[in-house]
T-cell receptor, first 110, second 113 residues
């Protein structure tokens, strides 16, 4: 059964650095999403992507964040100038019905 | 924006017990999702439902659209059911097909042998 994959599984970075989180959605899915979960808190929606452009974004998804689909398979989340409070698990999801979630990237900003 | 409330936040039960987890939301929706999050963090979709009832194995999900309420039931609970169960609904930023989900805080379920 096809799965959403994410790389890296863990990333440690210094405050102020840029990170790129990568996702490979399920190939025939049309909608792609990024979510984050700060430790001990609920999952929060960041952004949705459809037809090669941002469809919706939450108030969390400010100018620090950007998403791209650089080729036909990858879907990336870039976080510029990381802050301590960006430390979280970041989940990618794709869907053509019920969502399929990737295993997540655990980001730690020091 | 839709809001989601789940109850209980924590639930410990004995193996074999019938489990019920409740979810209420604030704005009418096209579909509601029940998800399971494992201790390692992975999230799995259990149900997507827009009306009535769905069953998968020992799991049953129901929804009452008029009352904006859904329940997840687990029959003959087993220690392997121990996980966080999360209700999620469309965020309704625009109501379009690409709406992200607003998640509840989850119910931490522990089934003791």
């Amino acid at each position: 059964e096809p799965e959403v994959t994410q790389t890296p599984s863990h990333q440690v970075t210094q405050m102020g650095q840029e990170v790129i989180l990568r996702c490979v959605p399920i190939s025939n899915h049309l909608y792609f999403y990024w979510y984050r979960q700060i430790l001990g808190q609920k999952v929060e929606f960041l952004v949705s992507f459809y037809n090669n452009e941002i469809s919706e974004k939450s108030e969390i998804f400010d100018d620090q964040f950007s998403v791209e689909r650089p080729d036909g398979s990858n879907f990336t989340l870039k976080i510029r100038s990381t802050k301590l409070e960006d430390s979280a698990m970041y989940f990618c999801a794709s869907t053509s019905g019920p969502p399929n979630f990737g295993p997540g990237t655990r980001l730690l900003v020091l | 924006k839709n809001e989601v409330e789940q109850s209980p936040q924590n639930l410990t039960a004995q193996e074999g017990e019938f489990i019920t987890i409740n979810c209420s939301y604030s704005v009418g929706i096209s579909a509601l999702h029940w998800l399971q999050q494992h201790p390692g963090g992975g999230i799995v979709s259990l149900f997507m439902l827009s009306s009535g009832k769905k069953k998968h194995g020992r799991l049953i999900a129901t929804i009452n659209i008029q009352e904006k309420h859904s329940s997840l039931h687990i029959t003959a609970s087993h220690p392997r059911d121990s996980a966080v169960y999360i209700c999620a609904v469309p965020s309704l930023y625009s109501g379009g097909g690409a709406d992200g989900l607003t998640f509840g805080k989850g119910t931490h379920l522990i089934i003791q042998p």
